[in-house]
């Protein structure tokens, strides 16, 4: 993958078993980007990381996939997305994102969190 507009960019694609999902390394902008499914983190110097560091945590980040040691859970309310997360299996507890948003008559604020594995194995999809 290369992209003209940042020539000293690259990126590096993990095509999961689940249809239409990957892994998605980049380098743009001075950081380190991961992204899967519905999910994405950034890694570098604005947030105090040296380059070493950001290496080193986006390439944790990635194995912890890969392994399905890491799950992306994505909340949607009825308008759209509402919020998404990683969230290492060991400390994964039944708790969904939470969302403050105030009821106005007529919508709907039906809640729906997917968990996103790499394999799918873990994959489920809760209604609130």
């Known amino acids: 993958m290369h992209d003209e507009d940042q020539p000293n960019a690259f990126g590096i694609v993990w095509p999961s078993p689940v249809k239409e999902r990957s892994i ?12 899967f499914g519905d999910w994405h983190g950034h890694y570098g110097p604005w947030l105090n990381q ?44 039944d708790t969904s994102i939470v969302i403050a948003v105030e009821e106005e008559a007529g919508d709907d604020l039906t809640l729906e969190t997917r968990i996103q594995s790499w394999s799918g194995r873990l994959d489920e999809v809760k209604k609130i």
């Not at 998605?24 to 992204?35: A, F, G, H, R």
């Not at 980040?61 to 299996?89: C, F, K, P, Q």
Request: proline fraction near 0%; glycine fraction near 6%.
């Open 24 to 35: 998605l390394c980049t380098t743009i902008d001075e950081e380190i980007n991961v992204s």
């Open 50 to 93: 040296s380059d070493s560091e950001a290496v080193e945590t986006a390439l944790s980040t990635v194995a912890a996939i890969l392994n399905d040691e890491a799950v992306v859970e994505v909340s949607y309310l009825a308008s759209g997305w509402a919020g998404s997360r990683l969230v290492h299996m060991g400390e994964y507890k």
